[in-house]
């Protein structure tokens, strides 16, 4: 399985990102896929996940402005993040778990792609 991360970038506060996480050896519809930020000097946190069922599960910090998807046709992952803060900034990576929940630690990552936000 491999898993490779687009779309990062440096925006200005308020602006708009897209990511894009293209899979390969698994498909998006069948696995726990989410996206994670890790910040300067702080741990990993999840930022969206979706399941197999389209469920979705979302950090309180982003709510109401990211939204993960799937391109089930390009089988990839998407996160739009709209009305970008500066605590934005991180790393984001791109992991899934061929699992009926989302439950647990992921068993696939990304590299990452860096996301910058100035005010």
């Known amino acids: 399985v491999r898993l490779v991360e687009s779309g990062g970038g440096s925006v200005q506060s308020g602006g708009s990102l897209r990511l894009s996480c293209a899979v390969s050896?698994?498909?998006?519809?069948?696995?726990?896929m989410g996206w994670f930020r890790e910040a300067h000097g702080k741990g990993t946190e999840m930022v969206a996940q979706i399941d197999r069922y389209g469920n979705t599960t979302y950090a309180d910090s982003v709510k109401g402005r990211f939204t993960i998807s799937r391109d089930n046709a390009k089988n990839t992952l998407i996160l739009e993040m709209n009305t970008l803060k500066s605590e934005d900034t991180g790393k984001f990576y791109c992991?899934?778990?061929?699992?009926?929940?989302?439950?647990?630690?992921?068993?696939?990552w990304g590299q990452g792609t860096l996301v910058t936000i100035s005010s």
């Open positions: 992991a899934a778990s061929w699992v009926r929940y989302c439950v647990g630690d992921m068993d696939y």
């Open positions: 050896g698994g498909t998006v519809n069948t696995a726990c």
